[in-house]
């Protein structure tokens, strides 16, 4: 969406006010979600439902994920930001109003709500991990778990050539 609300700010002639608060409501919205993506993601395997399309189509994953995927999407997001278009190319009327206002309130509570979200899933995600870790016995199990899955906060999870020097294999 960022990528379309910045080609629709270059390519529309609508009221700058508007067209920059717009984008700049759009760019702040897909921030958050690919920071909350890279984190959520970094370092994890390939999606299990990718996984499972790659060996069911095989040598044909390629063209079955662009057309059910990525194309898929493509469209999804083209009429998705109709209104995103319609909002950048307005000329009128030629001053943010009421209704601008509200849809800045809107998205900034929506932002909020996201954010608590967030938090709260990581959180949530941790404890879990946290009492797993609890109930592994064995010492090697517990260091893989704890610092290859679970690296205390800051740190970078260990590589498995680190794991394998800890233990001599």
Same mark, same amino acid.
């Given at each position: 969406?960022? &990528? ?7 390519? *529309?002639?609508g009221?700058?006010?508007?067209? #920059? ?5 759009? *760019?702040? /919205? =897909?921030?958050?979600? #690919?920071?909350?993506? %890279?984190?959520?993601?970094? =370092? ?8 499972a399309?790659?060996?069911? /189509?095989? @040598?044909? !994953?390629?063209?079955? #994920? +662009? &057309?059910?995927? !990525?194309?898929?999407? @493509?469209?999804?997001? /083209?009429? &998705?930001?109709?209104?995103? /278009? ?5 000329? *009128?009327? %030629? ?8 849809? *800045?309130? +809107? ?8 954010? @608590?979200?967030d938090?709260? &899933?990581?959180?949530? !995600? ?6 797993? @870790?609890?109930t ?7 260091? $893989? ?8 906060? =800051?740190?970078d ?5 680190? $794991? ?6």
């Amino acid at each position: 969406f960022v &990528l379309a609300a910045s080609v629709y700010f270059a390519m *529309t002639d609508g009221h700058l006010p508007r067209k #920059s608060l717009v984008f700049a409501l759009v *760019t702040l /919205w =897909g921030l958050r979600l #690919s920071i909350h993506l %890279a984190l959520r993601n970094f =370092g994890m395997p390939e999606d299990y439902r990718y996984r499972a399309m790659r060996e069911r /189509w095989g @040598a044909r !994953f390629g063209l079955v #994920s +662009l &057309l059910t995927v !990525f194309l898929l999407q @493509a469209a999804i997001l /083209w009429a &998705l930001s109709v209104p995103l /278009w319609q909002a950048m190319r307005s000329e *009128t009327p %030629a001053r943010l109003t009421a209704i601008d206002l509200a849809g *800045t309130v +809107l998205v900034l509570v929506g932002l909020s709500f996201e954010w @608590a979200g967030d938090e709260q &899933l990581r959180r949530i !995600f941790r404890e879990k991990l946290d009492q797993f @870790a609890k109930t592994l016995t064995d010492e090697k199990e517990r260091y $893989i778990f704890e610092h290859r899955l679970l690296p205390p906060e =800051g740190t970078d999870p260990l590589t498995l050539q680190e $794991i394998g020097n800890q233990y001599a294999l």
